[in-house]
């Protein structure tokens, strides 16, 4: 139990900002000022729209060779056609063996993976599930991305200095992770439950990953990118969700002035560039990070309002938690029947 201890102080003792110098409007652009990424190798999940695609794009500018893959080839390849250095592949999260395939194409090819962005995600979907009866908010946004990674690790170790980073957000604050029943088999199925615990488990994946990674030089980040407007996330989202949050008028449309405090596409992608390649995170990792900055714990003292999206920030300690961390890894292996050691 004392060592449990330890690794929450220690956990919690480096989750606060750092003063990084940028803060909720800097663009991606912005925080990679002045880093070369020629001779790396980064893959984006879902990194053909919204702020996966500026990610990308900004990467591939500072020299990065980008690989994309993607469940919409025809749409992945339209939208990064006229981004140089970039290759787009076929993978479908919710399938274990197409990840299980790209996987397997990208460690032939004998390259090191310097940094991979877990970005691809689905929010507030009706009640689907996958070949194995798995939620698919759990099954995209954390168990394939679980999958994929595990797949990817002996690309990851050989790099010597990688990072991976998990798109979060602050919908974990929604929902802690139910560990009796993940997949909503005894409980009545709520949309926004299954994305806040997919979430909490991208921020909880972090944490042990880095903490089983850092011996090899890999250090994982998560991150709530913010209210960005013109991602195409929320779309199968009922309307009346974004109005019970006051968000949008009876009408459908979203009020005027809440839709000029929300981020543009530059700057909700700005924090996985800071995560991804920062030098103010050397050495440093299992971190939640918000505007381009480590975010501070909210212990209940921030107050939350969706119409004011600046508001929307903190990391909740139970998603950060180093024994429920390692309590999920030890559940995501065996909902994925993978053993993922990092030795």
Known sequence: MEHSATT???????????????????????VIKGIDLTGKTIIVTGGYAGIGLETVRVFAEAGAQVIVPARDLA?????????????VESLDLMDPASIDSFARKFLQSGRSLDILVNNAGIMWVP????????????????????????????ALKQ??????????????????????????????????????????????FA????RRGKAFGVRAFALHPGSVNGTDLGRVAPMALFQQMGTHDADGNIYPEVAQKLKTIPQGAATTVWCATSPQLENQGGLYCENADVSEIDHGDIEHR????????????????????????TLSEQMTGITFETN
Do not use: C
């Not at 102080?9 to 652009?29: I, K, M």
């Not at 798995?134 to 990817?152: D, I, K, Y």
């Not at 944490?207 to 880095?210: G, I, P, R």
């Open 8 to 30: 929450t102080v220690q956990s919690n003792h480096y989750q606060r900002p750092l003063g990084s110098g940028f803060d909720a409007f800097s663009t991606a652009e912005e």
């Open 75 to 87: 749409k992945a390849t339209r939208n990064v056609s006229g981004i140089a250095n970039t290759t």
């Open 127 to 154: 009640l689907q599930r996958d070949a194995r009866g798995f939620e698919s908010q759990l099954s995209t946004n954390h168990l394939g991305h679980f999958q994929l990674t595990a797949r990817l690790w002996p």
């Open 159 to 204: 790099a010597g200095h990688a990072r991976v980073i998990s798109v979060s957000s602050f919908g974990h604050h929604i929902a802690p992770f139910d560990f009796e029943d993940p997949n909503f088999e005894n409980r009545e199925y709520e949309t926004l439950m299954g994305y806040g615990q997919s979430k909490t488990a991208n921020n909880l």
């Open 207 to 210: 944490v042990e990953l880095d």
């Open 306 to 329: 969706y119409d004011q999206p600046l508001t929307l920030r903190g990391v909740k300690p139970y998603s950060i938690d180093p024994e429920n961390a390692r309590k999920l890894w």
